[in-house]
């Protein structure tokens, strides 16, 4: 179940979702809390973050979705620290971004029950409690 702007709205004052700073109201949809640009750090390509710290607590599944770049991504339940989205470019022509322009948003879905692995207590999770963008640990899986 997709959570509307009244129960994403009740699952904030009742801690169940966690963001600093406060969203103002403008950046909730009907189903969805839009997320703005802040500036950007690179690595070997370019990667973005958005303002915002976002904890979601078991039973509700983060998903994020970008009108700007194909992307999207789940934050599982359990998950805490500072969101990123990676960015990538490959057209001839140049995109226009700069930080405090709405970059992409998160609709919240209810789990029909609590997840029995949350995210920051399976021991391989490894972008769990990030402060910062950081670069990719996939490799890490393929020690070998």
């Not at 966690?18 to 390509?45: H, M, R, W, Y």
């Not at 609590?114 to 769990?128: D, E, H, L, R, V």
């Amino acid at each position: 179940m997709v959570l509307s702007d009244v129960d994403i709205r009740r699952f904030i004052a009742q801690g169940k979702i966690k963001n600093s700073p406060e969203l103002p109201p403008e950046q909730f949809g009907s189903c969805s809390v839009d997320f703005k640009l802040a500036p950007i750090s690179t690595f070997s390509n370019t990667a973005a973050k958005l303002t915002s710290i976002c904890r979601e607590n078991k039973g509700i599944v983060g998903l994020m979705k970008s009108e700007i770049v194909p992307a999207a991504g789940l934050f599982d339940p359990g998950w805490a620290g500072k969101t990123t989205l990676d960015l990538s470019h490959l057209g001839r022509v140049p995109v226009a971004s700069y930080p405090g322009m709405r970059i992409c948003s998160f609709t919240f879905e209810q789990l029909s029950t609590p997840s029995s692995m949350p995210y920051n207590k399976n021991a391989g999770s490894k972008y769990t409690r990030q402060i910062r963008p950081l670069p990719s640990r996939l490799a890490a899986e393929f020690k070998g």
